[in-house]
Nanobody, 115 residues
Framework: QVQLVESGGGLVQPGGSLRLSCAAS????????MGWYRQAPGKQRELVAD???????NYLDSVKGRFTISRDNAKNTMYLQMNSLKPEDTAVYYC?????????WGQGTQVTVSS
């Protein structure tokens, strides 16, 4: 099993920044993809960004140029740097990791962008 623990969410004003972290533990050998999804109230969960390796990343169009995903394999941790945040970025953000054919999920962290 893979355990994922997110941190770094909170309340921020529009235009502000937050950095989310996702610490992986357990059977982490063989993880191929890690990423972030988000779900806003009344909306479907959507992929925000994922990363296979340095330079091999994928972003939701609405966050391109504002969010940056990265992985620190030595620390078994993934990050999502979020800049120029907008109210529409408000959601619960979930970390996920794919190992083989199985996806593992974190518990989620709330991000609220409001003045």
């Amino acid at each position: 099993q893979v355990q994922l623990v997110e941190s770094g969410g909170g309340l921020v004003q529009p235009g502000g920044s937050l950095r989310l972290s996702c610490a992986a533990s357990g059977n982490i050998i063989g993880i191929s993809v890690m990423g972030w999804y988000r779900q806003a109230p009344g909306k479907q969960r959507e992929l925000v960004a994922d990363i296979i390796s340095v330079g091999n990343t994928n972003y939701l169009d609405s966050v391109k140029g504002r969010f940056t995903i990265s992985r620190d394999n030595a620390k078994n941790t993934m990050y999502l740097q979020m800049n120029s945040l907008k109210p529409e970025d408000t959601a619960v953000y979930y970390c996920y990791a794919r190992r083989g054919v199985q996806d593992h999920w974190g518990q989620g962290t709330q991000v609220t962008v409001s003045s």
